[in-house]
């Protein structure tokens, strides 16, 4: 099958405190994995992504890490700040053209 | 940094109205997508378009959907006889090339259909 289950629906953390959402697949043949972040009234926007030749990746206070064994990645957040409050996509490439299959997401909402 | 545009960024049209999209691709993109939002629900696909053709389209993409690259920057979704249903923020997307999987969002068009 192709569905990514995503948890937790909503996440509310404090300010500099780490947020953690992570994503479950099924498909083994699965090998890209997009994290996208999408704020009140804007598109999505691609934060971080990893191949599954890739354990983990880094990018300043985002991190994703994937577990191909567990089927599973996750979306590290880390000193989080207010302006990290949006709602997180992991949504799943598919199809002839890997069009995007969409989740609920998770809304996280950063406490200042 | 490139990225995508779209105009209008709020279209309001009435009911059985025609409305025309526009977005921009990244210029060195080849695969050009459509994505709407209904307020409150999920980002769904609508149509992917490749090499001048539509790729990959949804249930949700009708005939009352068409799609157009009527030159070498722009990208289009036509809307021929709008419904009340269709109001929703439409996004653009658009890939570099085959083998490179990331899909970049333009900010989108809010559709008002009254």
């Known amino acids: 099958g192709e569905n990514v289950e995503q948890h937790p629906s909503t996440l509310s953390v404090q300010e500099g405190d780490s947020a953690v959402i992570k994503c479950t697949y099924s498909?083994?043949?699965?090998?890209?994995f997009p994290w996208y972040k999408q704020e009140l009234g804007k598109g999505p926007q691609l934060i971080i992504d990893?191949?599954?030749?890739?354990g983990e990746k880094k990018d300043q206070r985002i991190a994703v890490t994937l577990n191909k064994t567990a089927k599973h990645f996750s979306l590290h957040i880390t000193e989080t700040q207010p302006e990290d409050s949006a709602v997180y996509f992991c949504?799943?490439?598919?199809?002839?053209?890997?069009?995007?299959?969409f989740g609920t997401g998770t809304l996280l909402a950063v406490q200042p | 940094e490139p990225e995508v545009t779209q105009t209008p960024s709020h279209q309001v049209t009435q009911m059985g109205q025609e409305v025309i999209l526009r977005c921009v691709p990244i210029?060195?993109?080849?695969?050009f997508y459509w994505y709407r939002q209904i307020l409150g629900q999920k980002v769904e696909f609508l149509v992917s378009?490749?090499?001048?053709?539509?790729?990959?389209k949804s249930e949700i993409f009708d005939d009352q959907f068409s799609v157009e690259r009527p030159d070498g920057s722009n990208f289009t979704l036509k809307i021929r006889s709008t419904k009340l249903e269709d109001s929703a923020m439409y996004f653009c997307?658009?890939?570099?090339?085959?083998?490179?999987?990331?899909?970049?969002f333009g900010p989108g068009t809010r559709l008002t259909v009254t």
């Open positions: 990893i191949r599954s030749n890739v």
């Open positions: 210029s060195n993109h080849l695969y």
């Open positions: 378009f490749y090499n001048n053709e539509i790729s990959e």
């Open positions: 498909d083994s043949a699965s090998n890209y």
């Open positions: 997307a658009s890939r570099i090339k085959t083998g490179f999987y990331e899909q970049y």
């Open positions: 949504p799943k490439p598919g199809g002839a053209t890997n069009k995007l299959i």
